[in-house]
């Protein structure tokens, strides 16, 4: 058995250490990160879903008065 957990331990050290190497690094200047991160935000994204729907109920509701006059 404890063989059997150092070859386990084994394989997944050299499965992570080839799966390291073989990611490309790039260097990312300032703006490039900023514009990653922007782009990659969960929490961003949701707030300009919210915006969206905020403004097509704005425009919805200014819709239904223009016919009430």
Known sequence: ???IN???I???LL???M???AQQKKQLSLDEAVQLGIQNSKSLKIDAAKIEEATAD???AK???SFRS
């Open 19 to 21: 799966y390291t190497h």
């Open 6 to 8: 150092n070859s386990v």
């Open 10 to 12: 084994a394989l997944s």
């Open 63 to 65: 819709k239904t008065d």
């Open 58 to 60: 704005l425009l919805e």
């Open 1 to 3: 058995m404890k063989r």
């Open 15 to 17: 499965a992570g250490m």
